[in-house]
């Protein structure tokens, strides 16, 4: 079965966490991309590599794309 | 927490090693066990001899160039695995009082001691924080950062932006085991002081407790100590390499 593009980001987001000795918190298209998540902005900028390395473009090259919010907000910006 | 690699064998990235200070730094980290990857714009002879070299990746990049430096990380990463040193070494310094310096000089040194600094250490660490082994940075400033040269106003503010960096980047990197450090070196005999008149290597030299201009080895050491796990408790310093001169 392949993975859908919010599963595949799900997955990068719990290897950040997993990295970091944390257990990920439930992760849904309404989580919060700030602290409150349990990340840290070097752990963000970790993600947006690890993004970038999934799938292949980087829509944070110049910064944080306007609307971007929640975890949900990263699916179109991947799909 | 994370641990710093053992470094021998270790890949480290360092920029300008085509001649002067790099080209020595390159050589001193070959014989020290590392892998080295290195750039310049132009090849030398010594690039050239790095050929045969298996511990050694070359390549031509632009400090003011982005996409060249994002295009160089990636081969050297290719070649080694991502690097867990950077040696910030190229640079260029232009002199001349500020007041009739030509606005393109003032920009080329900008871009290429300091915005190109700042954006291959940028490339490099994106691809150091997935590693999770540590690493260490080396920021090769000079001692015309922290005292007053006329004729280096704009150099001087390159090198102290890049001092500036390494203080608030072992801030920012602390915790993930990478640590940042400036080696300041005094005045060292390369082709960048060649246009040194003779009465000002005298005076140099006379206000040198060592008595002598440094030669590029005499940075080698101090290096090799910054990148080793002796520094291993060592972070957001700037180490004087001078003979003296400042103190
Ligand atoms: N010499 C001194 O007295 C002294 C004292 C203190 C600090 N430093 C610092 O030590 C470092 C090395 O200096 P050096 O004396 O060895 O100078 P150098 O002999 O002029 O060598 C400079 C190196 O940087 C490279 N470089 C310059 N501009 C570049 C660019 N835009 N893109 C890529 N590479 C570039 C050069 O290659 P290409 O030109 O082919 O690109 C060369 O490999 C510099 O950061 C300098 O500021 C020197």
Known sequence: MTETVPQRIHRVFRDVFANRGRRSPELMAESPLDASLGLESLDFAEVVVRLEMEFGVDPFANGVPAGVRRLGDLYRLYA | ?247
């Open chain 2, 1 to 247: 927490m994370t641990t710093s690699l053992p470094s021998a064998g270790g890949h480290v990235l360092l920029s300008g090693g085509s001649r002067g200070l790099g080209q020595a730094l390159v050589r001193a980290l070959l014989s020290a066990g590392y892998r080295v990857s290195t750039f310049a714009r132009r090849s030398t002879p010594f690039l050239d001899s790095l050929a045969t070299e298996p511990a050694a990746f070359v390549g031509t990049a632009d400090m003011a160039d982005e996409a060249s430096l994002r295009a160089f990380v990636a081969a050297a990463g290719r070649r080694f695995g991502p690097p867990w040193g950077l040696v910030n070494c190229a640079g260029v310094a232009i002199d001349g009082v500020l007041a009739s310096m030509a606005p393109s000089d003032v920009e080329k040194m900008m871009s290429t001691n300091l915005t190109g600094a700042m954006l291959l250490t940028r490339l490099v660490l994106r691809t150091m924080l997935l590693q999770r082994q540590g690493g260490a940075i080396v920021n090769i400033s000079s001692i015309i950062a922290s005292r007053g040269y006329s004729g280096l106003a704009a150099y001087a503010a390159t090198k102290g932006g890049m001092d500036a960096m390494t203080r608030a980047l072992a801030r920012e990197l602390g915790d993930r085991g990478i640590r940042v450090n400036s080696i300041a070196p005094g005045y060292l005999e390369t082709e960048m002081t060649h246009g040194l008149t003779d009465q000002q290597r005298e005076m140099i030299v006379r206000r040198t407790p060592l008595g002598r201009l440094g030669r590029p080895e005499d940075v080698v050491g101090p290096l090799l100590f910054l990148l080793s796990d002796a520094a291993g408790f060592v972070t957001g310093q700037t180490l004087t390499v001078d003979g003296g001169t400042t103190c």
